[in-house]
């Protein structure tokens, strides 16, 4: 069983950044991939940048140039960080490792951009 916990959220003007953390609890040496998440009011989640075990990294076209994905393997944890953000990120990102049998989703951790 695998526990993950986001955190590093919170409230940013426009321009500014955030590294957002997501920490595994039990083993995700197996993993498939992992990936930051994210849903705004009123819209569907999506997937915003992912990495593979490969170290192969994909990102949300919005978000290109201004977010990178990375890892930790030795204190088990993922990391999103963000620069220049804007208003239209604000969103609930959420956390995901993908394993061979089973899929695992954080709490959520709310990022605000403020204008």
């Known amino acids: 069983q695998v526990q993950l916990v986001e955190s590093g959220g919170g409230l940013v003007q426009a321009g500014g950044s955030l590294r957002l953390s997501c920490a595994a609890s039990g083993s995700t040496s197996g993993f498939v991939a992992m990936g930051w998440y994210r849903q705004a009011p009123g819209k569907q989640r999506e997937l915003v940048a992912i990495i593979n075990r490969g170290s192969i990294t994909n990102y949300l076209d919005s978000v290109k140039g201004r977010f990178t994905i990375s890892r930790d393997n030795a204190k088990n944890t993922v990391y999103l960080q963000m620069n220049s953000l804007r208003p239209e990120d604000t969103a609930v990102y959420y956390c995901?490792?993908?394993?061979?049998?089973?899929?695992?989703w954080g709490q959520g951790t709310q990022v605000t951009v403020s204008s």
């Open positions: 995901n490792v993908v394993m061979t049998l089973n899929n695992y």
